[in-house]
């Protein structure tokens, strides 16, 4: 991957356990929480792009985003308890690929070295049922 910063998502996916009464969308603005304070002693900055979906196993969903501004940029992705496996191909105003994380994990990142629009191609690689995902934008 590009520009993936060693953040241990892991560990960071784990401190979000989700109670019974919290829904899908609650699981993911938790794991943005948490991106924001790991992204922040990195040196990073949210751009305030963010966006929210719910794809099924096998599916994909083309999203734009456009980075504006000098910086180099992450895109982070996060998804519910009930997914497994979420991919991010990040694709260049010519559909040129960018970048892509299609490791075996729910917590994809890839990275853009400069300001644009740009089309996330993201796929729900291994779900349960049907999954909340979430992509959120930082730069540095």
Do not use: H
Request: net charge negative; hydrophobic share 40%.
């Amino acid at each position: 991957m590009l520009l993936q910063v060693g953040l241990g998502l892991a560990a960071f996916t784990a401190v979000v356990v989700p109670t019974a009464a919290s829904s899908a969308q609650d699981t993911i603005g938790q794991l943005f929480d948490k991106a924001d304070e790991i992204y922040t002693e990195k040196g990073y900055t949210g751009t305030g792009w963010e966006r929210r979906g719910e794809l099924a196993q096998g599916k994909e969903q083309l999203i734009q985003v456009t980075l504006s501004g000098a910086a180099s940029y992450q895109l982070i992705g996060v998804c519910d308890t009930d997914c497994k496996n979420l991919d991010i191909q990040l694709l260049d105003a010519n559909g040129k690929e960018v970048d892509k994380d299609v490791e075996d994990d729910d917590f994809p990142i890839v990275g853009a070295l400069a300001s644009g629009p740009y089309t996330a191609r993201v796929t729900m690689t291994a779900c349960e049922g049907s999954c909340a995902f979430g992509l959120k934008a930082f730069a540095k």
